[in-house]
């Protein structure tokens, strides 16, 4: 292997700002900031707005907008007893 020609890959820690849901793993992504790991480990840290633990979809709190009526029969009920103008 070339020596200088391959990413930097590491342990870095990811953290879900909107719930504090951490998570350690190997990736190449460019990090500046450090954070202490319980087990005092330093590790790269990477801040995220959204994981597995808050996205709705995951989490069960997705709203399916089939069950509100749908798209489909929301559009006839609009659009369907229009009548054209002679």
């Not at 890959?9 to 990736?27: A, H, I, L, P, W």
């Not at 709705?56 to 009548?83: A, H, I």
């Amino acid at each position: 292997m070339k020596d200088g020609i391959h990413p930097n890959y590491r342990d870095v820690c990811f953290q879900d700002m909107s719930n504090g849901f951490k998570f350690v793993t190997r990736s190449c992504a460019n990090t500046k900031e450090m954070i202490t790991l319980e087990d005092g480990r330093e590790l790269p840290w990477y801040k995220l707005d959204t994981t597995s633990e808050s996205h709705p979809f995951y989490t069960g709190t997705q709203k399916s907008v089939d069950t509100l009526g749908g798209r489909v029969e929301r559009f006839r009920n609009r659009f369907g007893k229009t009548t054209l103008a002679k």
